[in-house]
T-cell receptor, first 113, second 116 residues
């Protein structure tokens, strides 16, 4: 079974631009979560989508948004990029319940100049 | 709010030596706990998880962890470390209720270096 895939793997943007990251979950998984990983703040939860609905949201500004499509693929968008948004963005998928294991993708490395 | 603390930022061991990575959690109810490993440039891979039952949990790659409620700890162990175990290790707890249902809270991670 194919794992979680994320595209692109690397991105370089400049301040003020916006960016869209994509995540394809494992087939049959309906929950997709996004995390931001930085050296200073570690791994932080952004949001989770289940059946095209945002089920949970972390403590990030409104510039961070996401959506999920009917095939469970998910995108996250960051508008008006800031230098501090440089990070590894990880996507994780699971079947549907918090007890289900979350399987992580390789991440998208975003650099904001 | 739940939290996870990994007191050791960096640990160095020799190949073949035993390993213990510490994890302390704060959670109001019975926690659901996880250990993940991340190799450079990779995503996170689940090593093991604890939900209930036997407090000694076996995972992949020869790892095990012991849940101790009295100490609020979930330490990861391996009897004999291999060079390929060099990576960063994360302990996490999942929120089982409220508005952050299903959210994983991670510790800051422990970087493991293995000397030949």
């Amino acid at each position: 079974k194919a794992g979680v895939t994320q595209t692109p793997r690397y991105l370089i943007k400049t301040r003020g631009q916006q960016v869209t990251l994509s995540c394809s979950p494992i087939s049959g998984h309906r929950s997709v979560s996004w995390y931001q990983q930085t050296p200073g703040q570690g791994l932080q939860f952004l949001f989770e989508y289940f059946s095209e609905t945002q089920r949970n949201k972390g403590n990030f500004p409104g510039r961070f948004s996401g959506r999920q499509f009917s095939n469970s693929r998910s995108e996250m968008n960051v508008s008006t990029l800031e230098l501090g948004d440089s990070a590894l963005y990880l996507c994780a998928s699971s079947l549907n319940h918090y007890t289900d294991t979350q399987y992580f993708g390789p991440g998208t490395r975003l650099t904001v100049l | 709010a739940q939290s996870v603390t990994q007191p050791d930022i960096h640990i160095t061991v020799s190949e073949g030596a035993s390993l213990e990575l510490r994890c302390n959690y704060s959670y109001g109810a019975t926690p659901y706990l996880f250990w993940y490993v991340q190799s450079p440039g990779q995503g996170l891979q689940l090593l093991l998880k604890y939900f209930s039952g036997d407090t000694l949990v076996q995972g992949i790659k020869g790892f095990e962890a012991e849940f101790k409620r009295s100490q609020s700890s979930f330490n990861l162990r391996k009897p004999s470390v291999h060079w390929s175990d060099a990576a960063e290790y994360f302990c996490a707890v999942v929120n089982r209720g409220g508005t952050s249902y299903g959210k994983l809270t991670f510790g800051q991670g422990t970087i493991l270096t293995v000397h030949p």
